[in-house]
């Protein structure tokens, strides 16, 4: 059985649209109030997301959705 690109991911495609509308809403925020508490929760949300990705991936590559030379070779 072959997998589809997204069989894994989009599960979580819904919790990274999310957290990127809270990016945006924090990056508004701040610029309508100046409050840098907003810069702070911004930054903290794309830790997240950031993570969210490495760990989709990890096990995209755990569950043989593609190999990691393929990954490399893209990037070239």
Sequence with gaps: MENKWNDFRSQYMGIIQNLINNIDICNRRY??????????????????VEEL??????????LGFYKKESINEEEK
Aim: hydrophobic fraction near 30%; proline fraction near 0%; avoid cysteine.
């Design 53 to 62: 990705k490495t760990f989709i991936v990890k096990k995209e590559l755990e």
């Design 31 to 48: 610029v309508e109030e100046g409050d840098e508490g907003y810069l702070s929760a911004r930054k903290k949300y794309i830790e997240e």
